[in-house]
């Protein structure tokens, strides 16, 4: 078979309805645009951010005349992953994209903890617990998809990036367990490892002096589309586009300390542009 080198079409929502699937951190970003496919595919689904959830159902629903409902919960808390699991309970949701996230930029030693260790809960505790909850229900029914969204930062150490990027490969390789633990249940897990993307992220985060702020990034879109179908697929992993390839080809050759060297330079200081002083 050829490797696809544009979006292959799937059902649109006007055939086949599709199982219902939950995004989390669906607000903005690479999270809205996976549910943005997800409804144009025809799934009916369930947005969960901690802000933003009524503006984005509201765009979602101009592309499909599919369900989609938000829930607004703070998933960095275990009351906000226990009542997206009861919402999810409801509507009968087999397929999860567990995608919310935030990232912590600077010094670690200057980085406020209560700031570290939200990350922590968001990134990595909340989606052990959702797990934990969801997968049961899903052997049990013979049948589910998970989606956990890691990063190209879970290939290297990232030095002013360094919870960021451990979250991340705790989830790359909590996939991959998980994966291989549920072979043969009719359950799979994937996991996606997207480059710099452009989303809101690195405003919150306040990176967009850094160089990694300023180089060319990948589109949403784009990573959402090869999400998408590596989900639907049950593959293992999707790396979403050739800059992301390339970063974790370099990953691949690097020793370790060469790669938290060449990653950590992505997060210093960008140059000023020419003729301004800092
Ligand atoms: N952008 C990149 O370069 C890049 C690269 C690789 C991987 N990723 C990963 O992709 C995922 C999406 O990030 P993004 O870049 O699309 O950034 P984004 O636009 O900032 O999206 C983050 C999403 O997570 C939600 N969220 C944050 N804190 C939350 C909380 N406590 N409870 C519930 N939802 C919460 C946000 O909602 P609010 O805005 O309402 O807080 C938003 O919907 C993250 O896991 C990120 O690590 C991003």
Redesign the pocket.
């Known amino acids: 078979m050829t490797r696809r080198s544009r979006h292959r079409t799937r059902p649109r929502s006007s055939g086949t309805r599709q199982d219902v699937a939950l995004v989390?951190?669906?607000?903005?970003?690479?999270?809205?645009a996976i549910a943005r496919e997800l409804v144009r595919q025809g799934h009916d689904v369930l947005v969960?951010?901690?802000?933003?959830v009524d503006d984005a159902v509201r765009r979602l629903r101009e592309h499909s005349d599919t369900r989609v409902t938000g829930l607004e919960?703070?998933?960095?808390v275990p009351a906000?992953v226990e009542e997206v699991i009861a919402r999810t309970r409801e509507l009968g949701v087999r397929t999860f994209v567990l995608?919310?996230?935030?990232?912590v930029h600077g010094p670690f030693r200057h980085t406020p903890l209560e700031n570290q260790l939200r990350l922590v809960d968001?990134?990595v505790r909340s989606v052990v617990h959702l797990a934990h909850l969801v997968v049961p229900d899903l052997v049990a029914a013979g049948s589910g998809r998970l989606l956990i969204?890691?990063?190209?930062?879970a290939t290297m150490p990232a030095p002013l990036f360094g919870t960021?990027a451990a979250s991340?490969a705790f989830l790359r390789s909590f996939a991959w367990s998980l994966r291989r633990e549920l072979a043969g249940t009719g359950v799979s897990v994937t996991t996606v490892l997207?480059?710099?993307?452009q989303?809101?992220?690195?405003r919150?985060a306040h990176m967009e002096r850094t160089r990694i702020g300023r180089i060319p990034?990948s589109g949403?879109t784009m990573v959402a589309r090869r999400a998408v179908d590596a989900l639907q697929d049950g593959r293992a992993e999707a790396v979403p586009g050739l800059q992301a390839k390339a970063m974790v080809a370099i990953a691949s050759v690097l020793p370790q300390p060469a790669r938290a060297a060449f990653h950590g330079w992505f997060y210093g200081p960008a140059a000023p542009p020419a003729g301004l002083s800092r």
Request: aromatic share 6%; no cysteine.
């Open positions: 989390t951190g669906a607000s903005s970003g690479i999270g809205f969960v951010a901690d802000r933003g919960v703070d998933l960095s906000g995608n919310a996230g935030a990232a968001l990134n969204m890691s990063s190209i930062a960021y991340k997207p480059s710099a993307t989303t809101p992220i690195y919150t990034k949403p």
